[in-house]
């Protein structure tokens, strides 16, 4: 375990103590990177519909929802085996995920076939697996004595991604390209048309969300020995 001053991860931290570890706030940054790309696309996957002359936003919001539904589900069954037979820290299969939410995104930029598919099934899927792992890693981290504080801190993570991502990034470029599209009829009507109102954005969240892989590849380095402490019992059995 990585020495602290006071605590170790892997303790019981107060909600002082968690508010001046590294690791928490490496994670929050993380969760707001990658979640706050998922909740950008979640939140404008009607208007991208539009953008392309698709009508089928129900079908596309239900493929979000199950892919959100079997993230979950397989973010935490994959992380519970990656810790248990292994060893290795959970964050491991979040790298994972948001290394997949990258391509997701970078394959709709590019204007593929099946673009909108591709990109709602990869983040309905990566930004579901985020909470079960995260859930998790916070109670090992920094314990269960203040659990429900520490954890609805890191929840506040993607609302505040999506404020900067969504709210100002998406909504900037979409208006930029909206207004170079915009003809004297249609003065106070902006609407954008084409994969380019989106693939700029896209490539962003894809940076961004490699980014959050390379925090959480930081953490994993940084808490290593605590999972090999923690469950080097059930590796032996």
């Keep these: 375990m990585m020495k602290k001053k006071g605590r170790r991860i892997g303790e019981e931290f107060s909600i002082r103590e ?20 998922g909740l950008t696309i979640i939140n404008n996957i009607g208007q991208m519909c539009q953008s392309l002359g698709d009508n089928n936003v129900n079908v596309y919001v239900s493929v979000l929802s199950i892919f959100n539904a079997l993230g979950r589900v397989a973010g935490g069954y994959s992380s519970e085996l990656i810790v248990r037979k292994f060893g290795h ?36 899927f990566g930004y579901g697996a985020h ?4 859930i998790a ?29 969504s709210g100002f990034v998406a909504s900037t470029i979409y208006d930029y390209y909206a207004a170079q599209q915009q003809r004297n009829d ?3 009507l902006l609407v954008c048309e084409g994969n380019i109102c989106f693939s700029l954005t896209c490539w962003i969240l894809a ?14 380095y940084r808490t290593k020995m605590l999972y090999a402490q923690i469950y080097r019992k059930s590796i032996t059995i």
């Design 18 to 37: 968690a508010a001046v570890n590294g690791e928490l706030w490496i994670m929050f940054l993380s969760l707001t990177m990658s979640g706050g790309s």
């Design 131 to 134: 909470w079960p792992i995260a």
């Design 89 to 124: 820290s959970r964050l491991v299969v979040l790298v994972v995920v948001q290394g997949m939410m990258a391509l997701g995104l970078s394959y709709y930029a590019l204007g593929l076939v099946g673009q909108i598919y591709v990109v709602a099934i990869t983040m309905g």
């Design 207 to 220: 940076i961004v969300c490699i980014t959050a892989a390379a925090l959480n590849m930081i953490l994993v």
């Design 186 to 188: 249609e003065e106070f």
């Design 137 to 165: 890693t916070a109670s090992e981290l920094f314990g269960l004595k203040n659990f429900g504080t520490i954890f609805n801190f890191l929840t506040m993570s993607c609302p505040a991604g999506t404020l900067v991502l």
